[in-house]
């Protein structure tokens, strides 16, 4: 080998270990930078994560931070604290997400709100032991595919988070999201936040699209299901709106419930604090939108307003008669039931519109909750089960 191939080769092996040395520079610099952003969290928005195990990964190209497992908590003053617990967390940087820092979800989470008690704690499932005299009660988990989140790359007062997944199921330990849990496939939406915003702009907001949807027991699946939520500004509503969500979950679901039916046309004691912008799916050709203007009490049970647009009703209902899914007099007396709405809101042909009043946490029909209506007729149709004539839907 001669002089000049020699310092041809020793130069490239010194520029590769260059390359790698700076390689490694920025990565660990990376690294440095998503522990500081995770430090950071606690002062920024008071809730705190705290992890038994840490390590950094993805060399040379991605900085990453893997925690493992991990727990966040959340002070809610005069409302308990807020806890969730976590599979792992994956903290990314990448040049193919370059704007934005990757969060990765993996391994279900448990999410819970911690109380005292004067009796020693008892641990709940998927929790960790709380200290002593306190108890967590568990209200909700996400099991399914990983959660990809991605935040903005440098921190400001206003800004926007993406989120999707494959697939993932959410259910509660008790009360509607334990009777009635949701699986959803091809999930993606976003939330922003603006912490600079007037009564007339909002200071959170989700959006969010599922493919398909399922919700238990009802055995048809939900499709183009999609979900739009607003907290109106200023910015203290954004505080008041999760010390009153943080109240609610905190409470028995029985004692948010009325004992006797309310008043509809009982004013609200202040401005919606949460917006339902819509909530749409489509089933069977039929399209659903529900829209809804909310009072979050902080000691628990919503209140406000709210409405249905229901489309291609009849068509609907003629399909479930063919399919014997509705018998030739529940079908009657379906379309009688439209007819007076569609004479009282004077459009025959648009979509039918129902007003749904929302009081103590209940959604109302005529005073009544929808609960307690769906109820009896779910007896009704079930004492008509022997008549032949008569067939009970399918819920």
């Not at 009777?179 to 496939?185: F, K, L, N």
């Not at 999760?242 to 679901?253: H, Y």
């Not at 209940?362 to 067939?391: C, I, P, W």
């Amino acid at each position: 080998m001669t002089i000049a191939r020699k310092r041809a080769l020793l130069g490239g092996v010194a520029g590769l270990a260059g390359v790698m040395l700076l390689e490694t520079c920025v990565w660990w610099s990376g690294v440095s930078y998503l522990r500081h952003r995770v430090e950071a969290l606690q002062s920024r928005t008071g809730c705190s994560v705290v992890s038994q195990r840490q390590h950094a990964a993805g060399w040379p190209f991605a900085a990453r931070l893997r925690l493992e497992p991990v727990r966040i908590q959340c002070e809610a003053p005069s409302s308990g604290t807020i806890v969730g617990t976590i599979g792992a967390v994956s903290v990314e940087l990448a040049p193919w997400h370059p704007a934005s820092v990757r969060v990765l979800l993996e391994g279900g989470e448990v999410w819970g709100v911690v109380r005292p008690l004067e009796e020693p704690a008892k641990a709940e499932p998927g929790m960790q032991v709380p200290h002593a005299g306190e108890a967590v009660r568990v209200v909700a988990r996400r099991t399914g595919a990983p959660l990809q989140l991605f935040f903005p790359l440098p921190h400001r007062q206003r800004g926007r988070v993406d989120f999707q997944t494959d697939f993932m199921r959410v259910a509660g330990e008790e009360g509607q999201m334990a009777e009635h849990p949701v699986t959803a496939r091809d999930v993606a939406g976003y939330g922003v936040w603006n912490m600079q915003a007037d009564p007339q702009a909002s200071v959170l907001a989700v959006s969010l699209h599922a493919r398909q949807a399922l919700v238990t027991p009802w055995p048809d699946r939900f499709e183009n299901v999609d979900i739009a939520l607003a907290v109106p500004g200023p910015v203290r509503n954004a505080g008041l709106f999760w010390q009153a969500l943080a109240g609610s979950v905190g409470r028995p679901p029985s004692s948010l419930v009325a004992q006797s039916p309310s008043k509809v046309g009982s004013p609200l004691p202040f401005e919606p604090n949460l917006l339902v912008q819509h909530v749409a799916a489509q089933w069977r050709g039929l399209k659903a939108v529900w829209s809804a203007k909310l009072v979050l009490p902080a000691e628990g049970g919503a209140a406000g307003e709210s409405w249905l647009s229901l489309t291609n009703w009849r068509l609907l209902v003629n399909d479930l008669t063919r399919d014997s899914l509705l018998s030739p007099e529940q079908a009657a007396f379906l379309n009688r039931v439209s007819e007076h709405v569609e004479q009282k809101q004077g459009t025959p042909d648009g979509p039918l519109m129902v007003p749904l009043p929302v009081r103590e946490g209940q959604l109302q029909l005529g005073g009544f909750s929808v609960d307690m209506l769906y109820g009896l007729a779910r007896k009704a149709m079930d004492g008509q089960g022997e008549d032949k004539t008569s067939l009970p839907v399918r819920h």
